[in-house]
């Protein structure tokens, strides 16, 4: 039985090999072109962030119409592409193709999406511009919570976290956090809550958070023009 069925499986081997000799011969380009799309790390990482991006916004307008505020709108937002750098060396800056003639202003909000935060213009110059994200120790921003606006303070860093929340308060996990200074667009989606423990002080809470995406697949930002 065993000879059989390594004899089957030769035979099985033998025909693969023959038939998909015959394709690349006729159309090697084709078939490397489907291999290769098939198999493209890069448009399934696209494919991903773009999914990400419309269910943040789908999240973020939903909170919106249950606490009665208005997002920013399409029109108010300038679209601008993120340039590449050495991967080993993004922590927490991206550069944008949009400068001071194309009207981008320093401190200018720039979104992830139309309705998720990731950072600041910071450096500005004619032609470019360096943007300051939420991965930035620099990086502070007054924030609310959940369906019960609960406040706390957004610190930036390599993992940004939300601390000086009210230990009273009943923060759980998967809660909404947006934007709720007078520096951006009220409302504008941070993150969700990941994880809720009692700070250092022992005084209040804080929350890690899990951000809508990662920054080394952000290719395209949306600077808001006017506030």
Do not use: C, H
């Not at 399934?44 to 269910?55: A, F, M, S």
């Not at 004619?126 to 994200?133: A, F, I, K, L, N």
């Not at 939300?162 to 909404?176: E, P």
């Amino acid at each position: 039985m065993k000879k059989y069925l390594i004899g089957l499986i030769f035979l099985m081997m033998l025909f693969g090999a023959v038939f998909f000799g015959k394709v690349i011969v006729r159309k090697p380009y084709a078939l490397m072109g489907a291999i290769s799309e098939m198999f493209s790390v890069r448009s399934v990482i696209d494919e991903q962030t773009k999914l990400r991006k419309e269910n943040a916004d789908l999240r973020a307008q939903l909170l919106a119409a249950t606490l009665g505020y208005v997002l920013p709108q399409r029109q108010s937002l300038m679209e601008a592409k993120v340039f590449s750098v050495n991967p080993f060396n993004v922590k927490n800056r991206i550069f944008i193709d949009k400068g001071s003639r194309d009207g981008v202003t320093k401190g200018a909000p720039v979104l992830f999406s139309d309705s998720v935060l990731l950072g600041y213009v910071g450096r500005i110059n004619e032609s470019q511009s360096e943007v300051v994200t939420v991965f930035d120790p620099a990086f502070s921003l007054a924030v609310r919570i959940g369906e019960n606006e609960i406040d706390g303070l957004l610190e930036g860093g390599v993992n940004p976290r939300v601390g000086l929340i009210d230990r009273q308060k009943d923060v759980r996990a998967s809660d909404s956090v947006y934007a709720a200074s007078s520096q951006v667009p009220y409302g504008l989606l941070i993150g969700f809550v990941q994880e809720v423990a009692v700070d250092d002080s022992n005084a209040f809470l804080q929350a890690s958070l899990e951000l809508p995406y990662a920054l080394l697949d952000v290719r395209d930002v949306f600077i808001v023009r006017t506030l």
